[in-house]
């Protein structure tokens, strides 16, 4: 058996460093793609933690469910008061969609998810959210953001169809 000279263990030694380096990409790819499943899990998972927070908020208050009914008839007068938790009310929505349509920008959100929550969002402007209500609320979100077109739109668009919720 011949011995190896320094030139060839020298190239054994490349070659296994770089089967090892190889085998490690591989392993932080697979890694990678298990983290950004569970992170897009989470941030649908906190979405719709929200959407449920402001609904029990909302359902487990008496006055702000009168307040919600209220405001959304467009008919009813509101104080100052109400009409300030009301707005609140809007805007917490507002927020919530905003985030989803920040995190679908950052690649947070499977696009399924998101055209799901995006078309239930949309529902609920099309359906609870007058012209002046936005105007009261819209300084709070930066204009030309992706929020502001898809509210202005959702607003200026067709009527929902006549399904109920």
Known sequence: MKRLNLAGTVAIAEIVGTVGIIVSL???AVGIRSNTAEVRASQVNT????ARQIEMSVAGDPEWVDIVIRGRSQTAQLSEAEQWRYDAYLTSTLDLWDK???RAADGLMDDDELRGWDAYFDDWARRY???SDWQRVRWQFPAGTT??????AAIMGPPPA???H
Do not use: H, P, R
């Open 26 to 28: 591989v392993f932080v």
């Open 47 to 50: 979405i719709y933690e929200g």
């Open 100 to 102: 989803l349509l920040a």
């Open 129 to 131: 959210l007058s012209g």
């Open 147 to 152: 929020l502001v077109e898809k509210v202005d």
């Open 162 to 164: 006549a399904d109920s």
